[in-house]
């Protein structure tokens, strides 16, 4: 294989490769959140911590590196900049954060996996996906995401026994293998809802993109916005002094991790990937999370498995499967129309929808 052909490689695979690795950044963030968050730590409080670090960082790559390319800042756009924070920032994230103070990080990681059926849902509501009910591939869509909100349904009401643990952790956190899970179904809802504004922060930031074609300036606007409105609402809830206070301990390493890794250079990734190829094919990749919590929280730290959280997760991949086998030749049936005729060329994918206006 020669160069030539490598660097293809290369490029044709980088956002699936750019996607594994913001898989596996995720995957450490589920830890050492959960540790962070047994040992004290306020979940609204790391919310807006973490985006003020995350802005921080990414603001002189941003306004450097991005001056030439970068649009006025119209009222309008900052408008929708905000609301866009609200979705992907402040509103999701403190829910989706609270609800692991009562779940776990596998329940998480697997209720993720629902945000491509959830986006397909919402794309086929806003007639951004054609669905062809008289092919296979059509049916595989309408099955795969029925299959995968079943899936969270389990989830969410069945939790099940404990598996029986093979041996010892090999890692003890402070509060991980001893903190007892409760309300259980609260939790499992508040992550529902966060999933479900998930889904509608990619569809619009698509959106967005397309107006303000500035990936590193977005997400650094997302980031200093949504630490605001995060701020505004913790102030509301949380009037301690003390939860405001961390030191030189877990919280502070969890914070700086979500802060540069997860809210810095993981956002850009996916604004990217989103731009480049859609945001379900950006969701397509959580299973892979899924996996690799299970393993870190069961074996490594001694975390609860649940029978519930088995059977659902495997149940929503399943599903989340059937809908990319759908949609696989989504993009080569739309260039085959378009070559045959643009004039009655229907949009149909996800990389195609980001190029038309709204």
């Given at each position: 294989m020669n160069a030539g052909m490598l660097i293809g490689n290369y490029t044709?695979?980088?956002?699936?490769?750019?996607?594994?690795?913001?898989?596996?950044g995720y995957t450490f963030m589920y830890i050492i959140t959960e540790a962070s968050f047994n040992h004290g730590m306020n979940p609204f409080v790391y919310v807006t911590y973490r985006h003020i670090v995350a802005g921080?960082?990414?603001l002189p790559f941003a306004y450097f590196l991005e001056r030439k390319i970068r649009p006025k800042l119209t009222l309008a756009l900052f408008l929708e900049i905000s609301l866009l924070s609200l979705l992907g920032v402040s509103l999701t994230l403190n829910m989706y954060f609270a609800s692991l103070k009562y779940t776990s990080p596998t329940l998480l990681s697997c209720m993720v996996n629902t945000i491509a059926s959830l986006t397909f849902i919402l794309a086929v509501i806003l007639r951004l996906e054609v669905?062809?009910?008289?092919?296979p591939r059509g049916i595989a869509k309408i099955i795969g995401t029925v299959v995968s909100l079943a899936g969270v349904m389990t989830m969410?009401?069945?939790?099940?026994?404990?598996?029986?643990?093979?041996?010892?952790?090999?890692?003890?956190?402070?509060g991980s293998t001893t903190v007892i899970h409760e309300h259980w179904l609260k939790g499992s809802l508040l992550t529902i809802a966060s999933c479900i504004t998930w889904s509608i922060w990619y569809i619009m930031q698509a959106y967005t993109l397309k107006r303000y074609p500035a990936q590193l300036s977005l997400a650094t606007w997302m980031n200093f916005v949504g630490a605001a409105q995060s701020a505004i609402f913790t102030v509301i809830v949380q009037h301690k002094r003390a939860a405001w206070t961390i030191g030189l301990n877990i919280d502070l390493w969890s914070t700086i991790y979500g802060g540069i890794v997860i809210s810095g250079i993981v956002t850009f990734i996916q604004l990217w990937c989103t731009e480049e190829k859609g945001p379900v094919f950006v969701t397509m990749f959580n299973p892979?999370?899924?996996?690799?919590?299970?393993?870190?929280?069961?074996?490594?730290?001694?975390?609860n498995?649940?029978?519930g959280s088995i059977l659902g997760g495997g149940v929503v991949?399943?599903?989340?499967?059937?809908?990319?086998?759908?949609k696989e030749d989504d993009e080569e049936q739309t260039k085959l129309k378009e070559h045959e005729d643009p004039k009655t060329n229907l949009v149909t994918s996800d990389a195609n929808y980001l190029k038309e206006e709204p």
């Open positions: 044709r695979f980088k956002p699936h490769i750019l996607m594994v690795l913001a898989q596996i921080f960082v990414m669905v062809n009910i008289r092919s969410t009401l069945y939790k099940g026994p404990v598996v029986k643990k093979l041996g010892h952790a090999l890692i003890h956190i402070s892979l999370s899924t996996l690799l919590v299970a393993i870190l929280a069961y074996f490594v730290l001694g975390e498995l649940y029978v991949i399943i599903g989340l499967y059937l809908l990319l086998w759908g």
